[in-house]
């Protein structure tokens, strides 16, 4: 469920996408909850979330906030509507890239992201975006997959399955250290939690979680 500006809207693997994400948000999100938990916390009445999906992140907003989602696939767009009343949230959709967005510098205290800089074409600039959006002070909240350590197990196939994953996934890739991306973006402070989950998706079941402050 990524942003950028060199997404292509494909139809198969759009469609196929917002039902997967459908269908599976609520196991994934139970396979993370405590990670979501900790990272999503004590969010502002607005939030900024990039890549929103099918509203997955919902879950971990107060009723009543308010949602900028940042999600350029229209066929995610009804799930997020959805998911939106039934938490009672507000939420504005955005078809726009995540390199590219049409909101103001410095504007913002929230911004979120879950399963997003894997699929964008350029992880550090979507980062530059989310920090030159963030009054000083503003927190950036992110879980991520990540490349796995050389020479494991677990490297090997993600480096296996790299070219199918990205194509059924919208770019999707599972071979980045999105840890140093974030740690080089310019933040007053990063915490970064570095973990591995137990799921059949294999290749994305080495992960991290965190927060960045501007």
Wanted: aromatic content about 8%; overall charge neutral.
């Amino acid at each position: 469920m990524g942003t950028s500006a060199s997404f292509e809207m494909h139809p198969v693997r759009g469609r196929f996408n917002a039902g997967f994400f459908g269908v599976l948000d609520g196991y994934i999100n139970w396979l993370v909850r405590d990670k979501k938990d900790k990272v999503f916390s004590e969010l502002p009445r607005e939030v900024v979330e990039i890549g929103a999906g099918v509203g997955a992140n919902f879950a971990y907003m107060p009723p009543g906030c308010r949602v900028i989602a940042i999600e350029p696939n229209p066929y995610m767009h009804g799930g997020l509507l959805n998911r939106a009343a039934r938490r009672g949230i507000d939420v504005e959709i955005r078809s726009v890239a995540g390199d590219a967005i049409d909101l103001d510098d410095q504007s913002v205290d929230a911004v979120i992201s879950s399963l997003l800089l894997c699929t964008v074409a350029d992880p550090g600039r979507v980062v530059a975006e989310i920090r030159r959006m963030l009054r000083p002070g503003g927190k950036y909240a992110f879980l991520e997959h990540v490349v796995a350590p050389e020479g494991s197990l677990l490297r090997r196939i993600q480096h296996g399955v790299r070219r199918p994953w990205t194509w059924v996934f919208e770019g999707c890739s599972c071979e980045r250290d999105l840890a140093a991306v974030i740690h080089a973006a310019g933040f007053a402070s990063v915490e970064i939690d570095q973990y591995r989950i137990r799921s059949p998706f294999l290749p994305a079941n080495a992960q991290i979680a965190g927060t960045a402050i501007a």
